[in-house]
């Protein structure tokens, strides 16, 4: 099976930097993704990592230790827009994804 | 990206009838397509694996004959929600990927079927 934990919720101040921890178990790893939610709407894909290491998408940062069961998602230069539920995700055979509880982040001004 | 829509964005419907959900791919193939459900301030919870011109493959505690699954085109997948109970209003989901796309892991969701039964 496949457990998943991240933060519930978090507080950062616009333009600041927000770091976002998903630590998981699994039998077999095929890879995780991160997803963000706004209130009422589906998720849209943020990254994918299946390797260890950073990978850089603009604003949106996700690192991947696939021996410590390990991942953040990074997001530089926070905007108001950024308030939204960041969803971790783990890949499993036949394509399926487990999805942890979400981390909702507030933006304050 | 993939585009994925789905049909109707809200629905409300009187307990004891049956609901259909679409979702579609709009612009490529999806042979596979996945249904998630998420009640407030929970995350999504996958349904069932809809595979197209096959029988759907259910999540454990998913009961196959209230959620029927239809995936009749490579384009289109169905959701029926049979006698439906208020227990079952909830945000109902799809996804799909793109088997063509560099980076086809990707799941592309649907803007989500808000259900509201009364």
């Known amino acids: 099976g496949q457990n998943i934990d991240q933060p519930t919720e978090m507080t950062a101040t616009e333009g600041a930097i927000v770091q976002i921890n998903c630590t998981y178990q699994t039998s077999g790893f095929n890879g995780l993704f991160w997803y963000q939610q706004h209130a009422g709407e589906a998720p849209t894909f943020l990254s994918y990592n299946v390797l260890d290491g950073l990978e850089e998408k603009g604003r949106f940062s996700s690192f991947l230790s696939r021996s410590k069961g390990y991942s953040y998602l990074l997001l530089k230069e926070l905007q108001m827009k950024d308030s939204a539920s960041y969803l971790c995700?783990?890949?499993?055979?036949?394509?399926?994804?487990?999805f942890g509880g979400g981390t909702r982040v507030l933006v304050k001004p | 990206g993939a585009v994925v829509s789905q049909h109707p964005s809200r629905v409300i419907c009187k307990s004891g009838t049956s609901v259909k959900i679409e979702c579609r791919s709009l612009?490529?193939?999806?042979?596979?397509m996945f249904w998630y459900r998420q009640f407030p301030k929970q995350s999504l919870m996958l349904m069932a694996t809809?595979?197209?011109?096959?029988?759907?493959?259910?999540e454990q505690g998913v009961e196959k004959d209230k959620f029927l699954i239809n995936h009749a085109s490579l384009t289109l997948s169905t959701l029926t929600v049979t006698s439906a109970h208020p227990e079952d209003s909830s945000f109902y989901i799809c996804?799909?990927?793109?088997?063509?796309?560099?980076?086809?892991?990707?799941?592309?969701f649907g803007p989500g079927t808000r259900l509201t039964v009364l």
């Open positions: 612009d490529f193939q999806a042979t596979t």
């Open positions: 995700a783990l890949k499993a055979a036949g394509n399926k994804l487990t």
């Open positions: 809809s595979n197209e011109g096959s029988k759907a493959t259910y």
């Open positions: 996804s799909a990927r793109d088997p063509k796309l560099a980076g086809a892991d990707t799941q592309y």
